[in-house]
């Protein structure tokens, strides 16, 4: 049989861990993102997988004087990306929390 035709069977699981790395990994990535924001609860993303869809809350701490709905949106777009061309599955819902602001000594109010 021809290695081309040859088909296989089986299935590829990703741990949800795996894929909250990724989740972080992305969002750190992004332009005004200061770091992702870790909690005893979550280590910075909460998953919630139905199907092949991933819905996924995202925590994170902008750097000081961005814009919260312009990240926002960008780490959406960004998010579902990874999603999609890394995992393989679908981005449904991607809700950013924006627990603080990073803020260097000389941008605090005193």
Do not use: W, Y
């Not at 035709?5 to 894929?19: E, L, P």
């Not at 924001?37 to 000081?64: M, W, Y």
């Amino acid at each position: 049989m021809n290695d081309q035709t040859q088909k296989t069977s089986g299935i590829t699981t990703i741990a949800s861990a795996v894929i909250e790395t990724i989740i972080i990994q992305t969002a750190t990535e992004t332009n005004g993102v200061s770091r992702a924001s870790v909690h005893s609860s979550h280590p910075g993303a909460k998953l919630r997988i139905e199907g092949k869809t991933v819905n996924a809350d995202v925590f994170v701490v902008l750097k000081a004087k961005e814009n919260t709905n312009s990240v926002g949106a960008e780490l959406q777009k960004n998010i579902a990306r990874a999603i999609v061309e890394t995992v393989g599955m679908e981005a449904g819902k991607i809700n950013i929390h924006v627990d603080n602001f990073d803020c260097d000594e000389s941008e605090k109010i005193n």
